[in-house]
């Protein structure tokens, strides 16, 4: 990370308002625990400015399930998912109270390295977005700055391997010096995935992956998602219910900033419990 972005995240952590007041009141219905937490989230509020983005929300996600996060647009889908890799810290104004843990770890502790943190917790955004660089080095560039790679039959076993995993290498294994971003949208994304893949992360957060791509390229994108599941923790956000439904174990639903329900995405979508989910599942909202 360069120093502008590193000072930032110091900023956000210091100026950090854990006794700031907060609505205790609301009660998110359902299971927020999970029995293989890898990310335990209590309490968080986050504020840009005087604005509320999110209130106390509280939930964990666990290993090997997919966490889908629906909700109208502006209810906090997004901003709960940067606080989860600190993606939040490089915004001015945003900061936030509560804690994060990631196995364990507080992930805002002033010694934990933020680099390695999103190196741990992979982010792929809703528009791909390759590096100007080749295919080969969007996968190898992770590897190396983490020094997993230091020789260049390593990096291109990492690089197969992601490439693989992220079902492109076929499309891609002749082509690999070409720039990442002559790749049509669908592979771009691969491509995205592939290089949050390449670090071994432990969590991959997906903010709409899906919402740029045609039918096809969600499919793979989907099938891909559900492989992932095997060895990670993956939360998801998406606007398609039927995405949410095909892919996801459980669902939280958010409505203006508060985390209403989370549940079985089963239950979540066949008998919801809060009055708020079911308008939105049912089209009513949103
Ligand atoms: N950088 C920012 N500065 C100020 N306010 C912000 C910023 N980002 C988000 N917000 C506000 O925080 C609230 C939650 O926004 P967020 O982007 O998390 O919603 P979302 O559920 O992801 O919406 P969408 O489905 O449209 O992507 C909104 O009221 C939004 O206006
Ligand atoms: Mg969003």
Not at 118 to 127: I, N, S
Not at 200 to 222: G, K, Q, Y
Request: net charge negative; with cysteine.
């Amino acid at each position: 990370m360069n120093t502008v972005a590193a000072s930032a995240a110091t900023a956000f952590v210091a100026d950090r308002t854990d006794d700031a007041p907060r609505d205790e009141a609301y009660e998110t219905v359902g299971e927020i625990h999970s029995p293989n937490a890898r990310i335990t989230v209590r309490d968080v509020t986050v504020w840009y400015g005087e604005k509320i983005g999110i209130e106390n929300v509280n939930i964990d996600i666990g290993s090997n399930e997919v966490l889908a996060l629906v909700g109208p647009s502006g209810c906090g889908k997004s901003t709960f998912l940067r606080c989860l890799n600190r993606m939040n810290d490089i915004i001015d104004n945003c900061r936030m109270s509560g804690t994060i843990r990631l196995d364990g770890d507080d992930i805002f502790d002033p010694k934990l390295d933020v680099v390695l943190l999103r190196a741990r917790v992979g982010m792929v955004f809703q528009k791909p977005n390759p590096f100007p660089k080749s295919i080969y080095d969007n996968v190898a560039y992770g590897p190396r700055i983490h020094g997993l790679s230091e020789t260049r039959a390593d990096t291109d076993e990492i690089v197969q391997r992601s490439l693989e995993r992220a079902g492109l290498w076929e499309e891609v294994k002749d082509r690999l010096e070409q720039p990442g971003t002559g790749l049509s949208g669908g592979q771009q994304q691969r491509l995205c995935i592939a290089r949050a893949i390449a670090v071994s992360p432990e969590v991959i957060l997906m903010d709409e992956p899906c919402s740029a791509l045609d039918p096809i390229a969600t499919a793979r994108i989907e099938e891909l998602i559900d492989e992932l599941r095997q060895q990670y923790a993956i939360a998801l956000v998406t606007h398609s219910m039927q995405q949410a439904a095909r892919v996801s174990q459980r669902t939280a639903y958010f409505h203006l900033g508060h985390l209403v329900e989370v549940g079985e995405t089963s239950q979540i979508f066949t008998n919801p419990r809060h009055t708020l989910t079911e308008d939105y599942i049912t089209g009513r909202v949103g």
